[in-house]
């Protein structure tokens, strides 16, 4: 099989499958999470958030996770971060990857990290000069790229300034993302194409969350259009607590067999992915859903 028949699948499921979660899991819980992924053989895990324990109070123990989690050859563990302070401490709990997340829909920002998105750009300014200097990449997330779940459907023009202003910072990988799950296999076309003129195929990633059942479809698409990088969450967990309707991630194990069936390499271990979707949703399973979005911010 050829070189670019490769697919890179990143697995968000300890930090964007957990978050969500109202009950507290446990800091072992999570590095167990963590190291049965690695045993699967994925070399991506965005292991934690360093947010706010306010907003996020499921990412509280977000240090001791980076801090403890087994460091093995070929395996890069990320960090989601809104700002400076997250990405200082990030780093200084052995982050080998940072994440800086906007959006393309202005309500939308304003209800997840409390700023609009130009005030969120400028944020990120100290950030990537931070792992500039430690050599650590940062990826940028552009949440609602299609759709918003306070302003409905997104020009896809949004979405490519959005991602465009990342790039300008230094970005070195954009992820786009359906957040609340509803993008549509010709939403997803039409804004992967608005994005293509300006961005290379190269440094794009999809995140598809599931919720209307077309994540798949979806990937089938963005793979039309070369891309290479997937997210996923084992056991499909996952969900934005300021996203209403939000629900899971496209789970590891239905897009890593999905690939499978279409010929592309992708590294993971399917017994071993089996093993650590079950502990996920043996974590979960105890946990009622979250639900409700805390109202924290202006
Ligand atoms: P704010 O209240 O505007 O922040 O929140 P602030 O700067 O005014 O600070 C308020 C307090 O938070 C202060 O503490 C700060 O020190 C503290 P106090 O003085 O009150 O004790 N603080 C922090 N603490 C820990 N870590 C930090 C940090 N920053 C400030 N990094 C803020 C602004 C961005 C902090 C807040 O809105 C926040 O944490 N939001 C995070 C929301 C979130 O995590 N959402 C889920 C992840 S995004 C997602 O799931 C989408 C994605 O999966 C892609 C997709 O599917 O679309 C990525
Ligand atoms: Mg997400």
Request: proline residues 5%; charged residues 20%.
């Amino acid at each position: 099989m050829s070189e670019d028949r490769k697919v890179t699948i990143v697995e968000v499921g300890p930090r964007d499958g957990l978050q969500n979660e109202t009950r507290v899991i446990s800091t072992e819980d999570k590095l167990g999470l963590i190291a049965l992924l690695a045993d699967a053989g994925f070399s991506r895990i965005e292991s934690a958030a360093f947010v706010s324990p306010r907003w996020v109070p499921q990412m509280a123990d977000h240090h001791v996770v980076m801090r403890r989690a087994e460091r093995r050859p070929g395996l890069v563990l990320s960090a989601l971060v809104p700002n400076e302070k997250g990405a200082a401490a990030a780093i200084e709990a052995g982050a080998q990857e940072l994440a800086v997340f906007t959006s393309a829909s202005e309500t939308f920002t304003l209800k997840n990290i409390n700023c609009t998105i130009k005030e969120s750009i400028e944020r990120f300014k100290p950030v990537l000069a931070l792992a500039a200097r430690h050599g650590i990449p940062v990826r940028g997330y552009v949440s609602c790229a299609m759709d918003c779940p306070f302003e409905g459907p997104i020009n896809p023009w949004s979405a490519r300034s959005v991602a465009d202003r990342l790039v300008a910072l230094g970005c070195t990988e954009i992820a786009v993302a359906d957040t609340i799950g509803c993008a549509t296999p010709d939403g997803v076309g039409k804004m992967l194409a608005e994005i293509l003129k300006s961005i290379p195929v190269s440094i794009l990633a999809c995140h598809f969350h599931d919720t209307s059942g077309l994540a798949l479809a979806n990937v089938d698409v963005a793979l039309g259009y070369g891309i290479g990088i997937f997210d996923s969450a084992a056991g499909g967990l996952g969900g934005c607590p300021y996203a209403p309707g939000a629900s899971g991630n496209l789970a590891s194990g239905v897009l890593a067999r999905h690939l499978t069936m279409l010929g592309y390499q992708h590294g993971i271990d399917m017994a071993r992915l089996d093993e650590a979707e079950t502990f996920a949703l043996q974590v979960k399973s105890v946990s009622p859903k979250a639900s409700k979005p805390r109202a924290l911010g202006r």
